[in-house]
């Protein structure tokens, strides 16, 4: 295992900043492409949800005019 080194150089610190930077960068598109997932996912639950509430109304109706 390599001995940890006790100064650091600007040219270290520039890489290593560069590193984070890179890594933040990924992660901040994977949250992206996540967060649209999630957004399409609740547009089609949506969807999903009004057209049974329109089925079960439009149910109802029936049922109640069945009986008039």
Do not use: K, P, S
Not at 15 to 26: I, P, Q, S, T, V
């Amino acid at each position: 295992m390599e001995r940890a080194r006790a100064t650091w150089t600007d040219e270290r610190l520039d890489d290593l900043a560069r590193r984070m930077d890179d890594g933040f960068n990924r992660v901040d598109a994977d949250l992206r492409a996540v967060n649209a997932r999630i957004d399409a996912l609740q547009r089609t639950m949506v969807q999903a949800g009004g057209g049974m509430i329109a089925a079960f109304v439009a149910g109802f109706l029936g049922l109640i005019a069945t009986q008039l």
